[in-house]
């Protein structure tokens, strides 16, 4: 239990990919540190998601509408977009106001809460 506490104390943000040392003792304790590192893993997998949609972000900021981008809204609506299966289309003119349209895939007929969104047809 104190290798697992230590291992458990060593593990911080600056450091991701720790994990604690998992006993060889078959008993609830190599459970649990079993369901730690996984844990660990998702925790580390989410970090690393966020960290590219910032850098999608960022450049998006650094974008003007002439080179495909107009912001950090912009860069929001094309993530969404890329995750539901749909796309975006952005009408830009000198004479008018920006439009973004963002037609997304038919949610309503998944399968479940759960369901990851149909591609279009």
Known sequence: MERLRAGAARISGAHPGGRVPVPATGD????????????????????????????????????????????????????????????ITVDDSPTTTCTVRLPLPDTARTEGPDSAPRPPA
């Open 28 to 87: 609830e304790i190599t459970r649990l540190a079993s369901t730690l590192n996984a844990m660990l893993a998702r925790i580390d997998d989410a970090a690393a998601r966020q960290q590219q949609f910032v850098g999608d972000a960022s450049h998006e900021l650094r974008s003007t509408p002439a080179n495909g981008g107009s912001g950090l809204g912009l860069a929001i609506s094309r993530q969404i977009a890329r995750r539901h299966h749909g796309s």
